[in-house]
C-alpha cells in the first residue's frame, strides 16, 4: 500500500529565505508525482508534476526533484513572499492495485507554510 | 479554457438525508476523479469514472456512488449521511492519456 509522508509539517520562515519541502513515498512504482498548493477552504492547484522517468522540474522560483529509487521528492522555493503562504501536498500517481490501471492519487497530510513580513 | 467546477460550493444536510454533488471536468477530459479531504484523514480517493464507466473505487461505503455522463459531467451521491460525511469533496480531471489531474474549488458539505 502507497503511503506519502510529508516533513515537516508547518513551516515559519521570514520572507526571502531559500526552503525545502521533504516528501516521502513507500512504493517506488509511481508513474509521476505532483505537487499541489491549497489555500484555507480552497481546491488544489497544481504547481509542478513530474513524470517518473525525470529528476526534476521548476516553474518560477519553484523546483521540485524526483529520486524514484529511494523514494524521495523536495519541493525547492526560492526568495519566499508571503503570497506562498499555504499548505503544500505532494501526491504520488500509482497504479491502483485491484486493476493495474494508473488513476489514483495517494496525498501526503502536507506542509502548512507561512512566510512572514 | 475553463477550469473544473463544482457545485454546489457549500452545502448544509442532516444526517440521514442524501446528497448529490455535481462535477463539470475541464473540456476535452475525459477522466474524473473524486476524493474526500477531512482534517483527520487528509485526501483520499473515492472514485474514477471514465467514459462513464467507473474505472476503480477506494475504500469508502457503499453509501457513496458516483456516475459519469456522455459530456463527462460527473455527479456523486452520498446516502443515509452520517456526521462524518462531513468533508470537502473535490473532484479532478485529466485528459485521456496525460495523467497531471486538475481539481475543482470543492464542494464543503456540512453534516448537523
Known amino acids: 500500500k502507497q503511503e506519502v509522508t510529508q516533513i515537516p509539517a508547518a513551516l515559519s520562515v521570514p520572507e526571502g529565505e531559500n526552503l525545502v519541502l521533504n516528501c516521502s513515498f513507500t512504493?517506488?512504482?509511481?508513474?509521476?508525482l505532483q505537487w499541489f498548493r491549497q489555500d484555507p477552504g480552497k481546491g488544489l492547484t497544481s504547481l509542478l508534476l513530474?513524470?517518473?522517468?525525470?529528476r526534476e522540474q521548476t516553474s518560477g522560483r519553484l523546483n521540485a526533484s524526483l529520486d524514484k529509487s529511494s523514494g524521495r521528492s523536495t519541493l525547492y522555493i526560492a526568495a519566499s513572499q508571503p503570497g506562498d503562504s499555504a499548505t503544500y501536498l505532494c501526491?504520488?500517481?500509482?497504479?491502483?492495485?485491484?486493476?493495474?490501471?494508473?488513476?489514483?492519487?495517494?496525498f501526503g497530510t502536507g506542509t502548512r507554510l507561512q512566510v512572514t513580513l | 479554457k475553463a477550469g473544473v467546477t463544482q457545485t454546489p460550493r457549500y452545502l448544509i444536510k442532516t444526517r440521514g438525508q442524501q446528497v448529490t454533488l455535481s462535477c463539470s471536468p475541464i473540456?476535452?477530459?475525459?477522466?474524473v476523479s473524486w476524493y474526500q479531504q477531512t482534517p483527520g484523514q487528509g485526501l483520499q480517493f473515492l472514485f474514477e469514472?471514465?467514459?462513464?464507466?467507473?474505472?476503480n473505487k477506494g475504500n469508502f461505503p457503499g453509501r457513496f456512488s458516483g456516475r459519469q455522463f456522455s459530456n463527462s459531467r460527473s455527479e456523486m451521491n452520498v446516502s443515509t449521511l452520517e456526521l462524518g460525511d462531513s468533508a470537502l469533496y473535490l473532484c479532478?480531471?485529466?485528459?485521456?492519456?496525460?495523467?497531471?489531474?486538475?481539481f475543482g474549488p470543492g464542494t464543503r458539505l456540512t453534516v448537523t
Open positions: 479532478a480531471s485529466r485528459v485521456t492519456s496525460g495523467y497531471e489531474q486538475y
Open positions: 512504493d517506488s512504482a509511481i508513474y509521476n
Open positions: 513530474i513524470q517518473s522517468s525525470q
Open positions: 501526491a504520488v500517481f500509482s497504479p491502483f492495485m485491484d486493476t493495474g490501471t494508473a488513476s489514483k492519487l495517494t
Open positions: 473540456s476535452g477530459h475525459r477522466s
Open positions: 469514472y471514465f467514459s462513464e464507466t467507473q474505472r
